[in-house]
């Protein structure tokens, strides 16, 4: 078997720092429990480590006490959850991604000047959700290019829309054109993440060369669901996050077998992935 893995696989720039940041959390010596707002990331394994080192995982901050720390994880989240750790009194450690940062602030400032916010991307995405708290709740939010085909915009208004980070490139133009003939003042900011861009052509890269792809990652993972997406249009592809996901027969089937990964995939879990299949 020859495996050949993509240049871009594995943790991006904004979870590599927000991993290292609360790692260093919850090695320091201090006396207060540390809690994450939502999973670290998208990946059960690397989330149960950190666990063990004493990180306790919440859905809701009214779960969290006052006067302990609160991690705030890559994906962000939205005006009224930093007001109310204020109020809880929590110490909180922002590892939210600059670049999701960034979205805040364009999405901030559009919407004190009055313009309606267009929300490109998932709306039951963490990421999405957050960004959507600065401006109100009030973006309009669609993922497809039915769903931008059926949008009615009025004239009389500005807008301004943003990415998701995570989106697929070729949808999100898609939709701009669309949106282009429904609206004569929108302001687009192609906001999704250069590593989401240059992962996701890697990806499609080596998919042409391979026989087959293996792409390792949560299952909540949206960034490695696009990765499937992807490689699935070129070549038989495999969505795993573990070894124990592999089907072993099928993969012996091929000779040529590229690997990728999300960007919440930690470098251990591809290494494991890797020796296995050296090992068959
Ligand atoms: S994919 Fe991009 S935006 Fe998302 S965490 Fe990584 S670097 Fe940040």
Not at 257 to 273: L, M, R
């Amino acid at each position: 078997m020859n495996i050949k893995i993509s240049e871009k696989a594995g943790f991006c720039f904004g979870v590599k720092r927000a991993m290292g940041l609360a790692w260093r959390e919850l090695c320091d010596e201090h006396d207060k429990q540390t809690y994450a707002l939502g999973p670290l990331i998208h990946n059960k394994q690397a989330v149960e480590k950190y666990e063990e080192r004493g990180l306790i995982t919440v859905d809701d901050i009214e779960e969290i006490p006052s006067d302990v720390k609160m991690i705030i994880r890559s994906h962000g989240v939205s005006k009224s959850i930093y007001d109310r750790t204020e109020e809880k009194g929590l110490d909180v450690v922002d590892t939210t991604c600059p670049f999701v940062k960034k979205i805040h602030d364009i999405v901030k400032e559009n919407y004190d000047t009055g313009k309606k916010i267009i929300l490109i991307g998932d709306k039951n995405h963490p990421e999405v959700i957050g960004i959507n708290g600065w401006c109100k709740n009030t973006a309009i939010t669609i993922k497809t290019i039915e769903e931008a085909e059926v949008l009615e915009l009025n004239n009389d208004k500005s807008y301004c829309a943003v990415a998701q980070t995570t989106m697929n490139l070729e949808v999100y133009r898609k939709i701009v054109e669309i949106l282009k003939t429904k609206a004569d003042d929108i302001e687009f900011n192609n906001t999704i993440c250069s590593s989401t861009k240059a992962r996701q052509e890697a990806a499609r890269e080596l998919a042409s060369e391979m026989d087959c792809m293996i792409v390792i990652g949560g299952k909540h993972s949206s960034n490695t669901q696009k990765l499937v997406g992807i490689c699935k249009e070129v070549c038989p592809t495999f969505a795993i996050e573990t070894r124990d996901d592999l089907d072993v027969e099928e993969i012996k089937k091929y000779e040529n077998v590229g690997i990728t990964a999300g960007a919440s995939t930690p470098d251990w879990i591809i290494d494991d992935i890797i020796e296995f299949l050296k090992s068959l």
